[in-house]
Structure formats: C-alpha cells, structure tokens
C-alpha cells in the first residue's frame, strides 16, 4: 500500500514493447510500457485494454484509421477489435488491463513478452 | 472508440468530490474527480481502488499513517482497508474502480456522490 511513482518505475527499465506491471487492482494489472516503431496487429478477444499516454506521442491504427494521442490522452480499445499501436520517437504508456493478458493478443509472434514482469 | 483528452475533460467541470465518468473498461470505469479539503474515512468492501493523480498534490490517509501522492503518482487502496483522501489545495485525480463504486463505500452521508455520471 505505498505510493507508486510511475517516474521513478519508468527510470528503471530501457527495453521497449516489453510491459513490466506496477500494480494489481484486483485482477487488473497495471503494466508501463515504453514503444518506439510499428507493433503488430493484433486483438484481445476477451477484454478491453486501456492505453493512458504518459509522455510523448504515440498512433493507434485501427482499421477505420488512426488515433493519436500525446500525453494525458486515453484510449480504451473494446475487445475483439484489432488495433496496432506505433510511435515515431520513443513514448511511455500506462496500460491496464487483466492479468495474463498477452501484449500481442490473438497475433503471438516474435514481439510477445513476457505477461508477469514486476517492476 | 476516441482519445479522451484528460485534460479537456477535467477543464469541463468545476465541482469538487463528485467523480466523473470517462470510460469504461469491460466492468470498470474510468473516473476524474477534483479534490479539496478532507473527505469521509471510509473502505470498500468488495472492491481495490486505483488512484492516479494527474495534477497537483493529495494525501491519502490510512489508519497506519499518510501517504503523499504528486503529479504522476498512483496508490492502489486494497479492499476493505480504511482511508481518507484529503488535499490542502485543489488536486485533479483519475479513479478506476468497478462500476457502481460508490465514492463514500461503506461510509455513505452527505458526501456520497452520484455514481453514474458520464462527462
């Protein structure tokens, strides 16, 4: 029950596309992540997936076009829809979602990581 | 399916202690809620409950001690635990919690705000 600085957790790691949790809200998980490049298309079936920009800019793609979003900006992308998320210089997100929740979703591949990281 | 812009969002209200409703997430909303002065002790039984503070200074104080929460800082209240958020100047906080949360829990009285109110 300690305050969690999500500077100071952002400062402790440098890989990217690599979420590392900071926190449980029952059986949601709050992951940072640093992005920089294209990730991959890709849906969660089963849950929504909240993206909250913390610092610098990043694009979602969805099949109707894009979004984007700059910090203080949020996201809530619905279940099953398929969205691929980039950015062009190196940008800090917060995301939520359920624990276990995989970061490529349905896609799997190369850019999956590890689902159970804490920082 | 849009950004939320944070920001716009906190400058569309100016009343304190009354949670507004940004998202959903699966069964979870996403709420801002401005603060000042002391709020009610109280828990929520059922449920953990995510503050972020995205601008400004709050205390949260629980029957061990206080924590100081800055811009960019999160606490995760467990269920059940006693707490009471207070701020000595106006502080701007996004909540997440299952929907239906009520924002005084287990305390109910005259702070007790509308649960369901969409900005």
Redesign the interface.
């Known amino acids: 029950?300690?305050?969690?600085?999500?500077?100071e957790k952002l400062a402790s790691f440098t890989d990217r596309w690599a979420p590392k949790i900071?926190?449980?809200?029952?059986d949601?998980h709050?992951k940072l992540v640093k992005i920089k490049g294209e990730f991959v298309w890709h849906s969660h079936p089963e849950?929504?997936?909240?993206f909250?920009v913390?610092e610098g800019d990043m694009m979602v793609d969805?099949r109707d076009g894009e979004?984007?979003?700059s910090a203080?900006?949020?996201?809530?992308?619905?279940?099953g829809?398929e969205h691929k998320p980039r950015a062009s210089d190196e940008c800090h997100i917060?995301l939520?979602?359920?624990a276990g929740t995989r970061n490529t979703g349905d896609a799997g591949g190369e850019m999956t990581a590890e689902d159970n990281v804490w920082i």
């Open positions: 029950m300690n305050t969690i600085s999500m500077a900071v926190g449980q809200l029952n949601y709050v849950t929504d997936e909240l909250l913390l969805f979004r984007h979003l203080g900006d949020m996201i809530i992308v619905p279940k829809v917060m939520i979602e359920p």
